[in-house]
């Protein structure tokens, strides 16, 4: 199955992170050539079997993946303690 979602540019993604972590601020960088992959991708036959897949929007999906990584981190150095 595929799973469509949104076509975004490294430059997007970053100003996402950058917004929701300021102090991350030019820590961030990306150069080269743009991966070459299929951004179009057919989502119908997933959706065939499971008719609500939710769809989460870029900046919630960012934020939601940073606070678990921080919750990660967290723990594990309250467990270097």
């Given at each position: 199955?595929?799973?469509?979602?949104?076509v975004?540019?490294?430059?997007?993604?970053?100003?996402?992170?950058?917004?929701?972590?300021?102090?991350a601020?030019?820590?961030?960088?990306?150069?080269?050539?743009?991966?070459?992959?299929?951004?179009?991708?057919?989502?119908?036959?997933?959706?065939?079997?499971?008719?609500?897949?939710?769809?989460?929007?870029?900046?919630?999906?960012?934020?939601?993946?940073?606070?678990?990584?921080?919750?990660?981190?967290?723990?594990?150095?309250?467990?270097?303690?």
């Amino acid at each position: 199955f595929n799973i469509e979602g949104w076509v975004t540019s490294m430059g997007e993604l970053v100003n996402a992170l950058e917004k929701l972590r300021p102090e991350a601020q030019g820590f961030i960088t990306f150069s080269g050539p743009q991966v070459p992959v299929a951004f179009r991708v057919d989502g119908s036959q997933l959706r065939s079997k499971i008719a609500r897949i939710p769809r989460t929007p870029l900046q919630e999906g960012i934020r939601k993946t940073v606070e678990q990584f921080e919750r990660l981190r967290a723990g594990q150095a309250a467990a270097a303690r």
